[in-house]
């Protein structure tokens, strides 16, 4: 089945350092790619839509250029949070369409920031 | 715009003892539905999802939910709960046709099952 592979699954950084996470999409081509972010013991908010090769849409209160997207292949996704801080700790989700199945959905397995 | 709520931010139930987790939608037109499950620090897993055709769909680990469209429900059930059924499930949904649409997820229920 279509797999999304999520790296890394936990990191932590300091306060105004910037983390990149990936998600690669191992046995398909992922047009789309959604970026997802969960507080502990809530639900899954999505923060924007990577579309290859175009700009990200964000959602509404998403500061586009503390999160930068960038989806430059079909198999490759990332999420660049950019000058850190405690606040923007979380549980960071990819996901992709996968367009042979039949509307499907894979999700990565998620990486864990802290902010210290 | 959709909206899914999920009635119920925890459930127990007894190890055997059913499972039911509800999720009711909020769509003009029927959207496909989706029922995830999360183990702690790890990503979802889909159980099963509804798109078109047969309205009780059958999905893995014994879950099965069934589309309701006269109660805008996509119910979530198992008949005996097992110990590893303990985690967080999710519904969600999708507009139709919406191809490069996001799922749109509920709040989560958290399963419990003692022993």
């Known amino acids: 089945g279509a797999v999304v592979s999520q790296h890394p699954s936990r990191v932590i950084c300091k306060s105004g350092t910037s983390v990149k996470i990936e998600c690669r999409s191992l046995?398909?081509?992922?047009?789309?790619m959604f970026w997802y972010r969960q507080f502990p013991k809530q639900s899954l908010m999505l923060m924007a839509t990577s579309n290859e090769g175009s700009k990200a849409t964000y959602e509404q209160g998403v500061e586009k250029d503390k999160f930068l997207i960038n989806h430059a292949s079909l198999t490759l996704s990332t999420l660049t949070v950019t000058s850190a801080h405690p606040e923007d700790s979380s549980f960071y989700i990819c996901?992709?369409?996968?367009?042979?199945?039949?509307?499907?959905?894979?999700f990565g397995s998620g990486t864990r920031l802290t902010v210290v | 715009a959709q909206s899914v709520t999920q009635l119920g931010s925890h459930v127990s139930v007894s190890e055997g003892a059913l499972v039911l987790l509800r999720c009711n939608y909020s769509s003009s037109v029927p959207p496909y539905l989706f029922w995830y499950v999360q183990y702690p620090n790890q990503g979802l897993q889909l159980l099963l999802k509804?798109?078109?055709?047969?309205?009780l769909v059958k999905g893995i680990n014994g879950f099965e939910a069934e589309f309701k469209k006269s109660e805008t429900s996509f119910h979530l059930t198992k008949p005996s709960a097992h110990m590893s059924d303990a985690a967080e499930y999710f519904c969600a949904v999708s507009e139709r046709g919406a191809g490069r649409r996001a799922l749109t997820f509920g709040s989560g229920t958290r399963l419990q099952v003692q022993p």
């Open positions: 509804y798109t078109t055709g047969a309205t």
């Open positions: 996901s992709a369409r996968d367009g042979s199945s039949n509307y499907g959905y894979t």
């Open positions: 046995d398909f081509q992922a047009t789309t």
